[in-house]
């Protein structure tokens, strides 16, 4: 089984300066592409919220496709 990545990744500010709020184990996508360890989430990939960091400024988000990373994003970077 492969062990998962783990990743903090800073994206360019949201066009909506509000912050987001997702339950833990919530389903989100992602609003922009993002690189993990030379490989590519794309945009609008789902993911799994994991948890959440300062009142839903930040999230740990799991994704399973196209492989299994979990990465740490900020709220506006994700859409229910």
């Known amino acids: 089984m492969e062990h998962p990545t783990m990743a903090s990744v800073a994206l360019r500010e949201s066009p909506e300066p509000a912050i987001r709020h997702f339950a833990e184990l919530s389903v989100v996508a992602l609003n922009h592409a993002v690189a993990v360890d030379g490989r590519m989430l794309a945009k609008g990939s789902l993911g799994t919220v ?31």
């Open 50 to 80: 994991v948890a959440a960091y300062h009142d839903g400024v930040g999230y740990e988000v799991e994704f399973e496709h196209p492989f299994h990373a979990v990465v740490t994003l900020e709220s506006g970077n994700l859409t229910a």
